[in-house]
């Protein structure tokens, strides 16, 4: 029997518990207290089904180690065979998984499932969309923290699916230094003094910068291992990176689009971070279609 492991991306992580917890919370919001009542009430007890999960446009498929947990928790006499693995493309049409068993736990399953993967595989397609802009560049794009709360594990899951990279996924894995931290610190240098003095030897120390003065206060200090260049023009982004010359990473960040992404790969930055690749992805056209 396949397992949700077998289906993860082979070079992305996601944990099992957390593939665990968002199952059972995801079912416990759908079935409350009385459970699939219309299933109960029209379906047979021992009548059995023969499903097809197929995508319905082209994309990158993300979510089937869920869809997999979804329907064994609800019946582990149900089979799953699975066509393709997370961080595949796929068709329009194309078939993901086979699911033959109970009738009932199939169809109670059905709508938490296809949640998952719409949800997961539209992250990892729109992902797809920005990386392949970047094609031929040094250029990574990244995740933000900006994803759904409790999913942020899933969603940044489905953004390696696609391609990209993460971003820190909280505020405990990395010092991101803002402009209000700044502010309320008293300057650059006291602000990156101060992390310098608090932060671990693995622990990376990045800051944002609004313009090139400030950027060149950064280097000065020489204590930043990264600088976020927030809402820079591509002129400005070039400038840059020739005022960093490599000595820190540089990441752009702010409105960054999939009109713009292109562009700002030629400027030679390191890094674009997006909130759009999650907060913004359209859901995946997914079915799970009876056969007779």
């Not at 970047?134 to 709360?149: Q, V, Y």
Request: aromatic share 4%.
């Amino acid at each position: 029997m396949i397992t949700p492991a077998s289906l993860l991306h082979p070079d992305a992580f996601l944990s099992p518990l957390a593939i665990d917890e968002a199952v059972l919370r995801a079912l416990d919001e759908d079935l409350g207290r009385a459970g699939d009542v219309t299933s109960l009430a029209t379906i047979p007890e021992t009548t059995g089904a023969h499903a097809l999960l197929v995508a319905r446009q082209d994309g990158v498929i993300a979510g089937l180690p869920l869809a997999l947990a979804t329907f064994h928790t609800l019946s582990p006499d149900i089979e799953v065979e699975a066509h393709v693995r997370d961080g595949a493309k796929v068709k329009a049409g194309q078939r993901a998984m086979t699911i033959t068993g109970p009738a009932r736990a199939i169809l109670t399953a059905e709508r938490t499932a296809l949640n998952f993967v719409g949800r997961l595989s539209g992250i990892a397609t729109l992902t797809a969309d920005y990386v392949r802009q970047t094609e031929g560049s040094g250029l990574r794009i990244c995740c933000t923290r900006k994803t759904t709360p409790g999913l942020r594990a899933l969603e940044k899951y489905a953004v390696r699916c696609g391609g990209g990279f993460n971003h820190r996924f909280g505020l405990d894995d990395a010092i991101l230094i803002k402009d209000n931290h700044i502010a309320v610190a008293g300057g650059i240098r006291p602000v990156l003094e101060r992390a310098r003095s608090h932060a671990g030897h693995l622990v990376k120390i990045e800051i944002e910068v609004d313009t090139l003065a400030q950027l060149r206060e950064v280097l000065d200090t020489g204590l930043a291992d990264a600088v976020l260049l927030d809402n820079m023009d591509i002129a400005t982004l070039r400038e840059a990176v020739k005022l960093a010359a490599g000595r820190v990473t540089l990441e752009a960040s702010g409105g960054i689009t999939l009109k713009s992404i292109a562009i700002i790969a030629k400027t030679g930055i390191d890094y674009a971070s997006s909130g759009a690749i999650t907060h913004s992805a359209t859901n995946f056209d997914c079915a799970l279609d009876i056969e007779a």
